[in-house]
Structures are given as C-alpha cells and as structure tokens.
C-alpha cells in the first residue's frame, strides 16, 4: 500500500512529513484530520513542541505505546537539544517507517538507533481501532 507514496520529492506545505502521512490517511485509509497551522518552511519546528503535538493529536487520535504500535500509526519524533518535534513517520511493522526529509525523497527505511532515540510518540486515529 505505501508503495505509491515513495519518490516524492520534499516540499515545505506541499509534500512534507506530515503532509506525506494526512495525504497517506485520506487516499489509503479514508481517513481525514486537519493539520495545525505551520509555517512552510524549516520555521515550522518551532511552533511544534512536544506538548502543543500532544494536544493537537487529542483531537482525532490516541496515544499508543511503542509496543502497541500498529501499521500505519503516526510516530512523532523530538530534538534531541529541545522539546520540540523536529519529524513526523508513518509506522510500518515491524520496524520501518514510511517518512520524507527536507532535501529528499519519500522512502521507506528501518527505525534505526537515531530515530528510536528520538521518538516521542506513537498516535493512533480513533478510526483506526
């Protein structure tokens, strides 16, 4: 399901992480959630910190634990330096995730070191079960 979503090229608004994952929702899960307010630009790190991701999550989602995490769940990762949110993947058992990066294309890749490091959240839709 996810193979259609894999070479997009990143664009701020247009094809970003969490654009990857609400287009991902709305075509392969008929499943449609509003995203925050954000900056089109690498700016839009700063107004997600960990709290205001929670927050907005609550509104159509659960939190799920890392080892509860289904297909499909929405993983939100944080600085290292901070508490903001500085990346958003979709989880793709049993350990990949489906994800674009700024300077690069949609791809599929193992949730290595770096990224267990720096997750902060597994969200569920309440659609989704």
Not at 25 to 49: A, C, D, G, R, V
Not at 101 to 123: A, N
Request: hydrophobic share 35%.
């Amino acid at each position: 399901m996810v193979q259609k979503y894999l070479g997009f090229t990143h664009s701020y608004g247009e094809m970003d992480c969490i654009e990857l994952i609400r287009q991902f929702y709305k075509q392969e899960l008929n499943i449609n959630f509003p995203l925050p307010t954000y900056p089109k630009s690498n700016e839009w790190m700063k107004h997600f910190s960990a709290e205001s991701v929670d927050q907005w999550a609550s509104t159509c989602f659960v939190k799920v634990k890392l080892t509860d995490a289904q297909n499909y769940d929405v993983m939100a990762f944080k600085s290292e330096k901070s508490n903001l949110i500085i990346h958003f993947g979709l989880f793709l058992k049993p350990t990949k995730m489906l994800h674009i990066e700024e300077g690069g294309v949609s791809h599929v890749e193992t949730l290595s070191d770096y990224w267990v490091k720096r997750i902060h959240s597994f969200y569920r839709h309440v659609n989704m079960g």
